[in-house]
Structure formats: C-alpha cells, structure tokens
C-alpha cells in the first residue's frame, strides 16, 4: 500500500510539473522520468537555420525611431547579460525576454555587428546547456517571469540564468550565486568598476580598466565564495565579457582609443539601453584583445577546493591558448552537453543532433576533423 501511494505522489508530481512547464523552460539536466512528462506536453518545432552573415557590414545607427527603449513589463523576462537585455528593450529581440537562436544571432549581428560565425558560436552553446531545443526558445533570463504563480520545479530551473554554465562567478556588475542573486545589477560591483575606471582610464572604460577589473572579480571570488568556480565555459565568458564593452558596446564613429563613459557603461548595464544617436562598429566583431586580458594577470582554470582562499587550478579544464580552442569545443560537448542529455530519444535527440550540428559548423574552419558525436552519427 505504501509502493501505491508513493506512485500516485509521484504521478501527481510529475503531472503538475508537465501542466506548468513553459514552452521555453530548459530541458537540461532533467531526469529521465521528468523528461518523460514534459517531453509530451511540448510541441516539437524543427529549428530555424542561423541566418547568414550581414549584407552590409559598415556602421549604422541602432537606437532608432523604430526601436525606442522600453522598460521590461512585469512579465518579460530579463538576465545576467546586459547586451541582450539591451536588444529586448529596444525591440530587437522580443521584448518578452523568449526568443529564438536565430534571433538572437540576428540581433547581435544587425545590432553589435558580431562576426556570424562567432555569434552561431555563442548562440548554440547557450543553446544546448540553457534553453528548450524541444520547442526551439531560450529565456535570455530565468524561467520565471517576475510576477505570477512559480510554477513547480523542475520548471523553474534553466534560461541563461542557470549557473556554472554561460552564467558564472566573478561577474563584473552580477554577485556570485553563492549569494543568491546571480543575475541583477549590483549597484555595489558598478561602484567597484566605477572607482577602477577612475584610476586606470581616465573616468572610461578602457583596455587597462578592463584587465585590471577582471583580475579584481577574480580575486573577490577567490577570497570570499567558497563555491568559486571557474572553469570552461565560464572561464571563456568571463573574459570575453569584459571585452564587450569596448568592442561592442562603444559608438561605431569611436575608431582610434575605443573607450565607453561611465554614463554609457552604466546605461548598458543598468539600464540596458542604447545611448542616444548610437551606431553599431562598423566592422564584424569577436573577442579581439580578450588573450591580452588574460596574459595581464594570468590565472589557470580552476575553483575553489576546500572554502575560500583554496584556489587550485584544474588541469582537466581547456584555457585561451590559442592551440586549446579546439579542446574547448570537444570538452564542452563531452563534459556539458552529454552530462546534462546522458540519454535522449525521439525528438529530443534529433533536436540536439541539429543543434550540434550547428554549433560545429559555427567552428568547423578552425576545427576540422574534429566533430563530436555524443549521440553517434546521425542516420
């Protein structure tokens, strides 16, 4: 009798986490038995192509008449990345916050002018560890919006705000998880960053700013999150986060000593809004300078073992050599996407066997021959 009851709490479980599961709640890291009752409730939609490359690649102005700033609703959704955040206030991606992998490769194009390739990259990755590949949506923040019921977990989990992913520690304007909101503007962190941008550049962001800042979350982390983690992927949006600001965030007509104002930065990450009368660099961008960063202060992947100030690098864990690139790839796809869908069938399976194959195809150049199939090869 107990066996009985124990199966009819579960199935009732199970059934009301399938009933309030969102379209674009993520499926990583669910359980064989939660997949089994969400997986039905979803309606399977082949994913769109990434667009391609820009027609027309020169600078443009973005904060235009058809695209005003609007402050998010109570029910939009909004996360730990202040450049897509942007792009939802101003109508470039859907202001609710849901969107698609071709939108937002769209929109980090026409917007940031982001090389394509490098922003398929970016996008898929996210993709596959954060967003619902099932139905082809990702949230750019949590799976919740601000007001209404929480829906039961595990439906709450996933969007870009799920940790230790593309998400991590030592943000620069975001606490760690360790304290529990790991995706607000932190106005005390925007202090920080404010006081460096006085002593190293002049009142701007600049290169020297950004090196020095880095560095410091990375010690903050270090000496007071005992959870500290930085490894792949983490390792690689930490450091290209801070060169954003500069390569993507500064005004396109800036082409000698890029650098953005302390108004501009804190619009971008406070406000997440384009500032007025701003053109997008007039040539595609990826990381550039970001080894530069890294070669200023270095530090190995690695976390904090045992508390804080226990700091041991991880020797399993790719850096930014540029011969480690490659090895990025294969252990994000070994050790991330395959641990979060050990075992995927039917359509979740042949959604992620597109997805990956999209997402090599955004490395193929610089990987060949090195295509994982954690699945095996398609038939």
Avoid at 24 to 34: D, I, K, V
Avoid at 286 to 315: C, F, I, K, S
Avoid at 346 to 360: D, E, H, P, S, T
Wanted: aromatic share 12%; net charge negative; with cysteine.
């Amino acid at each position: 009798m107990v066996s009985f009851v124990n199966f009819v709490s579960l199935a009732l479980i199970l059934a009301s986490t399938a009933s309030a599961f969102p379209a674009y709640g993520s499926l990583a890291g669910l359980t064989r038995e939660e997949l089994d009752a969400v997986l039905p409730s979803l309606d399977f939609k082949l994913p769109a192509p990434p667009p391609p490359p820009l027609n027309y690649t020169g600078i443009k102005l973005i904060n235009d008449a058809a695209h005003p700033w609007k402050a998010p609703g109570p029910d939009d959704i909004r996360g730990p990345c202040p450049g897509l955040n942007t792009l939802a206030n101003h109508g470039y991606l859907p202001r609710s916050g849901i969107v698609s992998p071709a939108e937002i490769i769209s929109g980090l194009q026409e917007c940031y002018n982001m090389e394509n390739k490098f922003a398929s990259f970016i996008t898929y990755a996210a993709h596959l560890v954060d967003g619902n590949i099932v139905t082809d949506l990702l949230s750019i923040g949590p799976t919740t919006p601000k007001t209404g019921p929480t829906p039961p977990a595990p439906a709450t989990a996933g969007g870009l705000n799920s940790h230790q992913l593309f998400e991590g520690d030592a943000s620069m304007t975001r606490a760690d998880a360790f304290w529990g909101d790991n995706h607000s503007f932190n106005q005390t962190l925007f202090d920080e960053l404010s006081s460096f941008m006085d002593k190293y550049g002049n009142g701007r962001y600049t290169w020297d700013v950004a090196k020095e800042f880095r560095y410091q979350r990375i010690l903050d982390s270090m000496t007071a999150n005992p959870t500290f983690s930085f490894i792949m992927p983490r390792y690689f949006t930490a450091y290209a986060e801070a060169t954003f600001p500069i390569n993507l965030f500064v005004d396109g007509r800036m082409t000698v000593n890029r650098s953005l104002s302390k108004e501009d930065t804190l619009g971008f990450f406070k406000a997440n809004q384009f500032p007025d009368d701003w053109y997008r660099v007039g040539v595609p961008m990826t990381t550039e300078n970001m080894t530069d960063l890294v070669n200023a202060h270095p530090v190995r992947p690695g976390a904090n073992t045992n508390g804080v100030n226990t700091y041991e690098p991880d020797p399993t864990s790719a850096d930014l050599s540029p011969d480690q690139f490659c090895l990025i790839y294969v252990n994000f796809i070994n050790d991330n996407v395959k641990s979060l869908y050990p075992n995927p069938t039917g359509n979740l399976l042949k959604a992620l066997n597109i997805n990956l194959q999209r997402f090599y195809d955004s490395i193929a150049d610089q990987c060949p021959g090195q295509q994982q199939f954690p699945y095996g090869k398609p038939q």
